[in-house]
């Protein structure tokens, strides 16, 4: 395994940190600015725009999308360090460069299952940004980290789909940019295969019979920059045939397919979390004094940050060789590292947020410094795309399955 930077990885990191460094942090306050200006707090600040014009005039754009037609043509292992970049600012630089989740999960589906209308009428605005969407799965009243329970009916009626349910923390449904819902559901609840019995369809946001009912928080957070999580009722909302992604009974396959890549980029981008902690940490022990002497002379701040350092290294390590096995044996032969990545790495970079807030007092729990934030986020990513004792449990059964 080489993990070594090639050229082109090179030359993309360069332009990415230096457009890090020149717009994207800059713009982290300004963007609070013009948010608490705004209408409404979900409309998108005017200085996202002016990052996402710039981006794209560098060539920062769609550096998530392996398939060369539509994106940048970058492997797993080319792509993972950028997206530890863009973690460093992760409510903005994604965005900025048109790699924000849920929209990189969408684009995913449609490049891979879409066919060519659907491509034509959703895919192509979302890789020009000019629209976002949003995934429909998660519903309040069933675990839905095993899909195949959830309750959302898709039932057809003659040429139409009739959909109903009820389904809540689906990111992005708040931004009036959101023109479109993937939903998962159910077409056939009785089937005997119960990974047989989800499909998954395009619904517009101004279909009727669709209802962003509210905004979630998460921590307290509204989460603007992602354009928020929503709870959804689907009442009898009728979409056509022809809006089924893929075939019938294929939604769990997708889902899987979709989640595989979405779970590496969000570790990448926790380690770049992770980095903005550590900075932010080094920053503080050197030029605050308690007792005497700086922090950075303090023995157990000494210790949370080399702790940290470690950990980080390893981490990375652990996602470069994941990313590296997806690129050369698939998902399916990377599944073990997929999972471990998920289960070890927003535990870790929880620990280092908290330690990292610990050292700044009352300031780490403020709106002064991103830490509260971050840790909200991170934190988070031990429910989302399944919960740590899913990918554990499943992990462990791999493990017991060479003994017995």
Not at 77 to 100: D, K, V
Not at 158 to 166: A, K, L, M, Q, S
Not at 268 to 290: D, H, Y
Request: hydrophobic share 40%; with cysteine.
């Amino acid at each position: 395994m080489d993990f070594a930077f090639d050229a082109r990885t090179e030359e993309l990191r360069a332009k990415l940190l230096a457009f890090m460094d020149e717009y994207v942090y800059p713009a982290e306050a300004v963007a609070e600015e013009q948010r608490a200006a705004l209408a409404s707090p979900w409309d998108t600040p005017a200085v996202v725009g002016e990052l996402k014009a710039e981006a794209r005039r560098q060539g920062l754009w769609n550096l998530f999308l392996p398939d060369a037609e539509y994106g940048a043509g970058l492997t797993n292992l080319q792509y993972a360090p950028l997206a530890e970049i863009t973690g460093r600012s992760p409510h903005l630089a994604p965005t900025a460069t048109n790699c924000a989740a849920p929209d990189t999960g969408n684009m995913e589906v449609l490049a891979q299952f879409g066919d060519e209308r659907q491509k034509k009428q959703w895919l192509e605005p979302l890789l020009a940004g000019e629209i976002r969407s949003a995934f429909a799965m998660t519903e309040p009243e069933v675990a839905s980290s095993d899909a195949t329970n959830i309750t959302t009916h898709i039932e057809r009626d003659g040429d139409e789909y009739v959909i109903t349910g009820r389904k809540w923390y689906i990111s992005g449904a708040m931004n009036p940019d959101c023109k479109i819902f993937i939903v998962m559901g159910k077409t056939d609840p009785d089937g005997a295969d119960i990974r047989r019995q989800q499909s998954m369809v395009l619904v517009p946001r101004d279909t009727p019979g669709v209802t962003v009912q509210r905004a979630m928080q998460v921590f307290g957070y509204e989460d603007h920059s992602h354009g928020g999580h929503a709870e959804v009722i689907f009442d009898h909302a009728r979409v056509p045939v022809s809006n089924l992604i893929g075939e019938e009974g294929g939604g769990f396959a997708i889902a899987q397919a979709r989640l595989g890549p979405g779970r590496i980029h969000h570790c990448m981008r926790l380690i770049g979390m992770a980095e903005r902690a550590i900075e932010l940490m080094c920053r503080r022990a050197v030029s605050r004094t308690a007792f005497g002497k700086a922090l950075a002379q303090q023995g157990v701040v000494q210790n949370w940050i080399a702790d940290a350092r470690v950990t980080v290294e390893q981490l990375r390590l652990l996602v470069l060789k994941t990313a590296w096995l997806m690129d050369t044996v698939g998902n399916k032969g990377a599944h073990t590292e997929i999972q471990a990545i998920k289960i070890a790495t927003p535990r870790a970079v929880v620990g280092i947020l908290d330690r990292a807030i610990q050292l700044h007092g009352a300031g780490g729990v403020s709106q002064d410094f991103p830490l509260a934030e971050l840790y909200a986020s991170a934190r988070t990513l031990m429910l989302a795309d399944g919960p740590d004792e899913v990918h554990q449990r499943s992990l462990a059964r791999r493990e017991l399955k060479k003994y017995l």
